[in-house]
């Protein structure tokens, strides 16, 4: 029996057929500041048999100087995804290596599994540092239990005076289906038993630090017919907010899209969903915006909405979605929508992930990472007029951009949030948080966009559904770190903190890809609390 252990930095991904380097070491270290949750690796591999049967322990993690322990280790098997192709448009040595491959990303709990002979087993291994704990070096051992024998590891932790804040300045939204939430658990939408589960689902966004959820109006907000005119019941609505409140995710209220495109990606005009009054009932139309009857509903429904946000003391931190992506063919139809929006809600602020500099009535620019490299003199100077800068991903751009795809290196994906702080920009979007696609989400990575194209591996979720919940991915824990960076940098000196950051991001398409690298950039970032 050859049974082998040896540690492999988080932020590398770790294949069935990766072996030991010449030098391999079982001892997994650590760097993390207080109140964040930080990421080791062991990788474990049998050559003679297969492996039936795989527990993973901790022993306490004693203070080297003296003291009380560090507890909070958890353990999670890292599981292999098919992605037929690569990112197009990508060099080399910005994929993590050529497809068709089994790449690592699903977070598996412990339980029963498989590990073929000769296969090599990440496994992922988390450590939470209270905000309290005391500055210094913790040490504990690390035994793993297997069928065909037991190996011995070490964990390290060293905890540095930084401290991650409660509070959570950057902006962050996946887009959630609320649909698949239903249609993976085998739940009917908003019977009780959804409801628990959206309870489990905000507690996992939550927990990687999102703070603003998309909100769909449409499906909330109850309308019907009273006497002609349309009348409003924002029961169901006042419960999914204060949800997401309770669980710790509101942070921000995002008002889910009032329309789309009237057809094609260039499309020339958009359109929206309207309820008309008719008879004893209601109509559903869409209508093209600007229209007399698309402005005929917003006159009826966006006032009441924004009495509604106000009554509820939501106002202030609720802002509006009106039609996805804006291009320079259809930015007149949008601009109308956007005059209506400001017309009969003048309140509300205004959010667009958009692609078109003459979008009027915009009050957060949200455009894709490239667009905004290309576009920054331009999208400063709505910053200096008094606008919102985000930044999205989708499944662009590629090339030297950073991204998380899943044939990405994984540095790739924390440093998004380094590029929010270098850049100045005060949050990120990204549309696919659970658009799992097919029966068999760890199957189809790369699911069918548009005829003869596929979505890149992992554009379209970042976690994959468990039992009774969602299970997280390696790319979902490091856009967490990041996130935590992120809070981390705007604690220092400005000067100091763009210096630090400036290392690892050198132009906002070129970042620095070497783990080692990073982890020594980071460590300076942690030291310079001391």
């Given at each position: 029996m050859s049974l082998q252990v040896w540690s492999v930095d988080a932020l590398t991904k770790v294949f069935p057929?990766?072996?030991?380097?010449?030098?391999?070491?079982?001892?997994?270290?650590?760097?993390?500041?207080?109140?964040?949750?930080?990421?080791?690796q062991l990788a474990l591999k049998c050559d003679s048999h297969h492996l039936m049967s795989v527990?993973?322990?901790?022993?306490?993690l004693q203070p080297v100087a003296g003291g009380f322990p560090l507890a909070g280790a958890q353990a999670r098997f890292v599981g292999h995804v098919p992605v037929r192709e690569n990112t197009t448009n990508t060099p080399a040595e910005h994929l993590v290596r050529p497809a068709p491959a089994m790449f690592p990303d699903p977070l598996f709990p412990q339980g029963h599994i498989r590990v073929r002979k000769g296969e090599c087993?990440?496994?992922?291994?988390d450590v939470t540092v209270p905000k309290d704990t005391p500055p210094g070096e913790y040490v504990g051992p690390i035994h793993v239990a297997t069928d065909q024998g037991d190996a011995e590891a070490e964990l390290r932790v060293t905890v540095y005076p930084a401290t991650v804040p409660d509070e959570r300045t950057l902006k962050v939204t996946n887009w959630v289906s609320w649909a698949n939430i239903a249609r993976f658990h085998s739940v009917?939408?908003?019977?009780?038993?959804?409801?628990?589960?959206?309870?489990?689902?905000a507690r996992n966004l939550a927990a990687h630090r999102q703070n603003v959820v998309i909100t769909p109006i449409f499906e909330l907000i109850d309308m019907r017919n009273e006497g002609g005119r349309l009348a409003l019941d924002f029961a169901r609505f006042g419960r999914f907010v204060e949800l997401f409140m309770r669980e710790g995710v509101i942070g921000c209220i995002e008002g889910g899209h009032l329309g789309g495109r009237a057809g094609g990606w260039e499309a020339t005009e958009f359109e929206i969903s309207t309820w008309q009054p008719e008879g004893h009932g209601l109509v559903h139309k869409q209508a093209l915006a600007g229209s007399l009857e698309a402005n005929a509903f917003l006159a009826d429904f966006l006032p009441?909405?924004?009495?509604?946000?106000?009554t509820r003391g939501w106002a202030d931190r609720y802002f509006q979605h009106l039609a996805d992506e804006p291009i320079p063919c259809n930015v007149e139809s949008w601009n109308k929508l956007s005059a209506a929006v400001k017309r009969y809600a003048p309140r509300l602020r205004t959010i667009e992930a958009n692609m078109c500099h003459e979008a009027q009535n915009l009050d957060i620019w949200v455009p894709q990472l490239g667009d905004w490299h290309?576009?920054?003199d331009f999208y400063r100077s709505r910053v200096a007029a008094g606008d919102e800068l985000w930044f999205y991903t989708c499944l662009a751009p590629t090339g030297t951009y950073a991204n998380r795809f899943i044939d990405y290196h994984l540095v790739k994906t924390r440093l998004l949030h380094w590029l929010n702080f270098h850049y100045e920009s005060t949050g990120f979007l990204h549309w696919g948080y659970n658009y799992w696609a097919g029966d068999v989400p760890f199957v189809d990575v790369e699911p069918v966009h548009s005829p003869n194209f596929c979505l890149?591996?992992?554009?379209?979720?970042?976690?994959y559904p468990g039992s009774g919940g969602p299970l997280d991915s390696i790319r979902f824990e490091a856009l967490r770190d990041g996130i935590e960076d992120y809070e981390l940098l705007r604690l220092l000196e400005p000067e100091q903190a763009h210096r630090i950051a400036a290392r690892v991001i050198r132009a906002m398409d070129d970042c620095d890809l070497d783990p080692a690298a990073f982890r020594a950039t980071r460590r300076e970032l942690l030291a310079a609390f001391a």
């Open positions: 057929d990766d072996g030991p380097p010449g030098d391999a070491t079982s001892v997994v270290r650590i760097d993390a500041a207080r109140n964040e949750t930080e990421a080791g527990v993973v322990t901790f022993g306490p087993l990440p496994i992922w291994i009917k939408m908003w019977s009780e038993a959804y409801w628990d589960l959206l309870a489990v689902y009441a909405l924004e009495a509604h946000l106000v290309t576009g920054n890149p591996a992992g554009d379209n979720c970042i976690v």
